[in-house]
């Protein structure tokens, strides 16, 4: 398992491996689980209460399902570790950022400067997620409805 | 138009430095090709046959000026002396280098301009009627919800990694100039019975290998729902959306294979979620945006008749002019067709000429139209024959608007790397076999595309053509009988391919069985749909 090289939590890590959705179910003292791109985040919203750890494959960079993977578990209000893993490149970062993921554990571990750079390079944006910045609009029209 | 405020403007600056510092990583070794691939293409940056092409958003065809000005002084600095306008809207250079696009987007940026996810997988730009705030059939103007959307769609961090290229139309009037259902989503802003403005959603339309017109999957979606419900329709693209094989990954195939209901279902199952998430910008918003696209200053009282005592420019108000909403005033189309020309080239002084004559006489804007020509929306009747004589000193003067000369035609095998045939010489040819009679022929719009990807959406075309390789050969399909608009329809093949020569020929014998056949004042299209394919075969084939 790759380590993880970023983390924004301040909680002990889970330790255990996580397991495949089909086995979650079964296993009612599981805390950690692994989405494979194909699986469907949904299955989990029952169980969300006693999940710390969803890990998030990216087999393939371009494969691009982990970012509604991770959207859709925290609109549930997963408040547990959003661990993105596999091939993970450095500006494919601030997006997952955005879309709820808070660890980290590429297969190839990233040059820490060009990461930080781009975890910290956009200062707006445009869409409001459930990370909590204001997206523009909010910011144009501070104190109007929904601003 | 649209103005940025420092917010956009901020983006667009970063976009920049942050495309440089990817070139860096990508020179000094730290990434692979495979892997800059992608971060060059979200920044419109291909490698072509040849060399780098860069390609430019133009965001709803619409630009200023100043905007034009800069697409032509890069033409001349860092390109050979040519942009080229595309079937999006946008503009293409063919000839960049990859250590200076980083300066051209900065160059770009100076002018609220950028090249941002103009290719990858993900939300491109967004297109619209190019006669929008000038046609008189429209509701609205489309275009402020268009920018809502490229805001929305810029940097969406779900949505960047689609399963293939998402492209975005957004109309406002039942006249459909923007081929709006060919396009993954089309977006009709309509009026409902009491009053109320809102958005008719289709979906999974496109050309490609697989053409297919969208299904209206939401007749009426509220105005102030329409960004939840497009990040509703994408949401379950994006999850369920085909990714084993990139023929099959678009929209169009997901929506086929679901079907139009299931698919439907799903979206609003996630509608009905989204809404929950209060992700849709206020109204305050929109309305902020509508004001940059308020009418321009029209004068009143002014004469509505024009002088059309030159033969040549009477021809070519004819041809290339069409009625204002406002009197005194007509919209104009600049053609970029000229005999024997390269469809949608323009050189640098020819762009710089059209951005002085924008700001002369057109309220200092100019929209790209897709089918690679240039308009200027809001002309006075009075200025038109000095506008006209400007024009026809540059070379600028065609009047062939939506006649066989006016040829959309993608790069093909001269440039595109993905290309089977070459489609500019066939464009040339045919623009040439029939220069002096178009006026006979009348409305034929003839689309060609160089391969299956359909760039030059030839199965839109009254007459299109395909060109594919046979056994090493460029080889040509022709077929008959697509359309865009309202009521859009894709072509037939007529049958066996032709050769670059023949594939002229038969294009003659079916205007020439047109002509001999029609009724009336029928179109080519018109006698081509009453008649049916089997007499235009044997009019080809013989």
Same mark, same amino acid.
Not at chain 1, 110 to 121: E, G, S, V
Not at chain 2, 164 to 188: C, E, N, P
């Given at each position: 398992?790759?380590?993880?090289?970023?983390?924004?939590?301040?909680?002990?890590?889970?330790?255990? #491996?996580?397991?495949?959705?089909?086995?979650?179910?079964?296993?009612?003292?599981?805390?950690?689980?692994?989405?494979?791109?194909?699986?469907?985040?949904?299955?989990?919203? #029952?169980?969300?209460?006693?999940?710390?750890?969803?890990?998030?494959?990216?087999?393939?960079?371009?494969?691009?399902?982990?970012?509604?993977?991770?959207?859709?578990?925290?609109?549930?209000?997963?408040?547990?570790? *959003?661990?993105?893993?596999?091939?993970? *490149?450095?500006?494919?970062?601030?997006?997952?950022?955005?879309?709820?993921?808070?660890?980290?554990? #590429?297969?190839?571990?990233?040059?820490?400067?060009?990461?930080?750079?781009?975890?910290?390079?956009?200062?707006?944006?445009?869409?409001?997620?459930?990370?909590?910045?204001?997206?523009?609009?909010?910011?144009?029209?501070?104190?109007?409805?929904?601003? | 138009?649209?103005?940025?405020?420092?917010?956009?403007?901020?983006?667009?600056?970063?976009?920049?430095?942050?495309?440089?510092?990817?070139?860096?990583?990508?020179?000094?070794?730290?990434?692979?090709?495979?892997?800059?691939?992608?971060?060059?293409?979200?920044?419109?940056?291909?490698?072509?046959?040849?060399?780098?092409?860069?390609?430019?958003?133009?965001?709803?065809?619409?630009?200023?000026?100043?905007?034009?000005?800069?697409?032509?002084?890069?033409?001349?600095?860092?390109?050979?002396?040519?942009?080229?306008?595309?079937?999006?809207?946008?503009?293409?250079?063919?000839?960049?280098?990859?250590?200076?696009?980083?300066?051209?987007?900065?160059?770009?940026?100076?002018?609220?301009?950028?090249?941002?996810?103009?290719?990858?997988?993900?939300? =491109?730009?967004?297109?619209?009627?190019?006669?929008?705030?000038?046609?008189?059939?429209?509701?609205?103007?489309?275009?402020?919800?268009?920018?809502?959307?490229?805001?929305?769609?810029?940097?969406?961090?779900?949505?960047?990694?689609?399963?293939?290229?998402?492209?975005?139309?957004?109309?406002?009037?039942?006249?459909?100039?923007?081929?709006?259902?060919?396009?993954?989503?089309?977006?009709?802003?309509?009026?409902?019975?009491?009053?109320?403005?809102?958005?008719?959603?289709?979906?999974?339309?496109?050309?490609?290998?697989?053409?297919?017109?969208?299904?209206?999957?939401?007749?009426?979606?509220?105005?102030?729902?329409?960004?939840?419900?497009?990040?509703?329709?994408?949401?379950?693209?994006?999850?369920?959306?085909?990714?084993?094989?990139?023929?099959?990954?678009?929209?169009?195939?997901?929506?086929?294979?679901?079907?139009?209901?299931?698919?439907?279902?799903?979206?609003?199952?996630?509608?009905?979620?989204?809404?929950?998430?209060?992700?849709?910008?206020?109204?305050?918003?929109?309305?902020? !945006?509508?004001?940059?696209?308020?009418?321009?200053?029209?004068?009143?009282?002014?004469?509505?008749?024009?002088?059309?005592?030159?033969?040549?420019?009477?021809?070519?108000?004819?041809?290339?002019?069409?009625?204002?909403?406002?009197?005194?005033?007509?919209?104009?189309?600049?053609?970029?067709?000229?005999?024997?020309?390269?469809?949608?080239?323009?050189?640098?002084?020819?762009?710089?000429?059209? $951005?002085?004559?924008?700001?002369?006489?057109?309220?200092?804007?100019?929209?790209?139209?897709?089918?690679?020509?240039?308009?200027?929306?809001?002309?006075?009747?009075?200025?038109?024959?000095?506008?006209?004589?400007?024009?026809?000193?540059?070379?600028?003067?065609?009047?062939?608007?939506?006649?066989?000369?006016?040829?959309?035609?993608?790069?093909?095998?001269?440039?595109?790397?993905? $290309?089977?045939? =070459?489609?500019?010489?066939?464009?040339?040819?045919?623009?040439?076999?029939?220069?002096?009679?178009?006026?006979?022929?009348?409305?034929?719009?003839?689309?060609?595309?160089?391969? !299956?990807?359909?760039?030059?959406?030839?199965?839109?075309?009254?007459?299109?053509?395909?060109?594919?390789?046979?056994?090493?050969?460029?080889?040509?399909?022709?077929?008959?009988?697509?359309?865009?608009?309202?009521?859009?329809?894709?072509?037939?093949?007529?049958?066996?391919?032709?050769?670059?020569?023949?594939?002229?020929?038969?294009?003659? =014998?079916?205007?020439?069985?047109?002509?001999?056949?029609?009724?009336?004042?029928?179109?080519?299209?018109?006698?081509?749909?009453?008649?049916?394919?089997?007499?235009?075969?044997?009019?080809?084939?013989?």
């Amino acid at each position: 398992m790759a380590e993880v090289q970023f983390r924004f939590r301040d909680d002990e890590p889970v330790a255990d #491996p996580g397991v495949t959705v089909d086995a979650f179910g079964d296993q009612t003292n599981a805390a950690a689980v692994r989405l494979e791109p194909g699986d469907d985040a949904r299955d989990l919203l #029952p169980h969300l209460a006693r999940i710390k750890l969803v890990e998030v494959n990216f087999p393939v960079f371009g494969d691009g399902r982990g970012y509604s993977s991770a959207r859709i578990l925290r609109e549930a209000g997963y408040t547990g570790e *959003l661990r993105a893993v596999g091939e993970l *490149l450095v500006d494919q970062l601030a997006y997952m950022r955005r879309c709820g993921f808070d660890a980290f554990a #590429p297969d190839s571990a990233l040059d820490p400067a060009d990461a930080k750079a781009a975890f910290d390079r956009y200062g707006e944006v445009y869409q409001p997620t459930t990370d909590g910045r204001a997206p523009i609009w909010a910011k144009r029209h501070a104190g109007t409805a929904n601003g | 138009m649209y103005q940025y405020d420092t917010y956009d403007q901020a983006m667009v600056d970063t976009r920049v430095e942050e495309f440089r510092d990817q070139v860096r990583r990508r020179l000094e070794g730290h990434i692979t090709e495979d892997q800059f691939k992608p971060l060059r293409l979200m920044n419109g940056l291909y490698l072509q046959l040849h060399a780098y092409m860069l390609r430019v958003a133009v965001p709803y065809g619409t630009l200023s000026g100043a905007q034009m000005r800069m697409l032509g002084d890069i033409a001349d600095k860092y390109d050979r002396g040519y942009g080229h306008f595309t079937t999006r809207q946008n503009i293409q250079y063919n000839w960049i280098k990859l250590e200076e696009a980083a300066d051209i987007l900065a160059d770009l940026a100076t002018v609220e301009m950028h090249a941002i996810q103009t290719s990858g997988n993900c939300i =491109r730009n967004t297109t619209s009627d190019q006669y929008a705030g000038a046609a008189a059939d429209e509701i609205v103007d489309p275009r402020p919800y268009a920018e809502l959307i490229r805001q929305w769609s810029t940097f969406h961090p779900e949505f960047s990694f689609l399963p293939r290229k998402f492209k975005m139309a957004v109309i406002a009037s039942d006249t459909d100039r923007a081929a709006m259902r060919l396009h993954d989503i089309g977006i009709q802003i309509v009026k409902s019975a009491a009053g109320e403005i809102g958005a008719a959603f289709y979906v999974g339309g496109g050309m490609g290998r697989t053409p297919m017109i969208a299904p209206c999957i939401n007749e009426f979606v509220p105005i102030d729902q329409m960004i939840t419900y497009s990040e509703a329709a994408l949401r379950v693209y994006n999850r369920h959306g085909r990714r084993d094989n990139k023929y099959k990954a678009r929209i169009k195939i997901l929506v086929h294979e679901l079907g139009k209901d299931e698919y439907t279902r799903q979206v609003e199952a996630e509608f009905a979620h989204l809404l929950t998430q209060n992700i849709e910008p206020p109204l305050a918003e929109l309305e902020r !945006i509508k004001g940059f696209f308020a009418d321009p200053a029209f004068e009143v009282g002014v004469p509505d008749e024009v002088d059309r005592s030159d033969p040549d420019f009477a021809l070519w108000v004819d041809n290339n002019c069409v009625p204002h909403k406002q009197p005194g005033y007509i919209a104009v189309t600049i053609s970029l067709k000229p005999v024997g020309g390269i469809p949608g080239d323009a050189t640098g002084e020819q762009i710089r000429v059209m $951005a002085d004559l924008a700001a002369r006489y057109s309220f200092d804007e100019l929209r790209v139209t897709h089918t690679q020509n240039i308009v200027l929306a809001h002309v006075k009747k009075a200025d038109l024959y000095a506008l006209w004589q400007v024009l026809d000193a540059n070379g600028l003067s065609t009047p062939n608007l939506d006649q066989i000369g006016d040829i959309i035609a993608c790069p093909g095998l001269d440039y595109c790397s993905l $290309a089977n045939a =070459r489609s500019i010489p066939i464009a040339q040819k045919i623009s040439q076999r029939f220069a002096g009679r178009e006026q006979e022929i009348g409305e034929l719009k003839l689309k060609i595309s160089g391969c !299956i990807n359909a760039c030059g959406h030839h199965h839109a075309g009254h007459i299109g053509i395909l060109g594919v390789d046979r056994k090493g050969t460029e080889n040509y399909q022709l077929s008959l009988g697509g359309c865009e608009g309202a009521d859009t329809s894709l072509g037939q093949i007529t049958g066996p391919g032709f050769d670059e020569e023949g594939i002229v020929d038969a294009v003659q =014998r079916a205007t020439d069985f047109y002509l001999a056949n029609k009724q009336d004042s029928e179109r080519f299209l018109d006698t081509y749909r009453r008649l049916g394919m089997a007499p235009f075969k044997e009019a080809i084939y013989g």
